[in-house]
């Protein structure tokens, strides 16, 4: 299996989890986002707490060669997750911290 398709199947492995795991408050679902073609990843949460509740809670990409978070809103990280997996600090971008930031992180910059 080539790096790229076992990236692919690493982050599916570490979303599922994340999607099975019910908030506790509010009539809110969660479901996984896939676009194996374009390469996109989400864990979308969907529904009513007083107030709409809707938007990602993990989103990343595969660009070139790399893993892009563009967003993670759980506590544990989901870097943290990819990381134990194997997947390398030089493959993971950060991208939700700015680019200036990124060459402190420890991680790829892109």
Request: glycine share 10%.
């Amino acid at each position: 299996m080539d790096k790229i398709e076992q990236y692919r199947q690493l982050i599916k492995q570490v979303l599922i989890p994340h999607s099975q795991i019910k908030p506790a408050y509010g009539d809110i679902e969660m479901y996984t986002v896939f676009d194996g073609e374009g390469d996109h990843y989400q864990v979308v949460r969907s529904g009513w707490n007083q107030y709409r509740v809707y938007g990602s809670l993990i989103h990343i990409d595969l660009k070139g060669d790399k893993i892009w978070i563009q967003y993670d809103g759980t506590e544990i990280g989901v870097a943290n997750e990819l990381l134990e997996l194997g997947i390398p600090k030089e493959d993971i971008v950060l991208a939700y911290h700015s680019p200036f930031m990124r060459q402190y992180d420890g991680f790829a910059v892109g």
